[in-house]
């Protein structure tokens, strides 16, 4: 298995694109890990993928980020705050910037001491 199928594994959905390489090589692969089986899955894809294919990939990937994001703001000991937020669309627009909502609904870091 390359490295870049290796990379592949999604720690929030647990996915493993198996592009041309066997499942069972990325069994292998994330057992060498010790990732439980029960982590993961593996979806053996050809060279093209289908429009469906495609459209799930993406919002696997959508899904992914937002997840990871609201685990950002419900952090308990260090949660994203508005000043770390502005910080980053500033930063990177691109990937951020879809997230400028929350600016008015995060709490301000100004100020917090613990």
């Known amino acids: 298995m390359n490295n870049t199928t ?5 720690k ?3 996915l493993v694109l198996a592009f041309g390489n066997s499942v069972k090589e990325c069994v292998r ?4 890990d010790h990732i439980p089986r029960s982590n993961y899955r593996v979806e053996k894809y050809s060279a ?4 469906l294919q495609h459209y799930e990939l993406a919002r696997r990937k959508l899904a992914d980020a ?7 703001v419900n952090h308990p000991t260090n949660p994203l705050t508005r000043e770390d937020l502005a910080a980053n669309i500033e930063r990177r627009p691109a990937l951020w ?4 909502g929350f600016l008015d609904t ?3 870091g100004k100020g917090t001491t613990k």
Do not use: D, K, V
């Open 6 to 10: 290796h990379r592949a594994i999604s």
């Open 12 to 14: 929030l959905t647990g």
């Open 29 to 32: 692969i994330c057992e060498s």
């Open 48 to 51: 093209m993928m289908t429009q």
């Open 66 to 72: 937002n997840s990871t994001f609201m685990e950002l």
């Open 97 to 100: 910037e879809r997230y400028a």
């Open 106 to 108: 995060l709490p301000s």
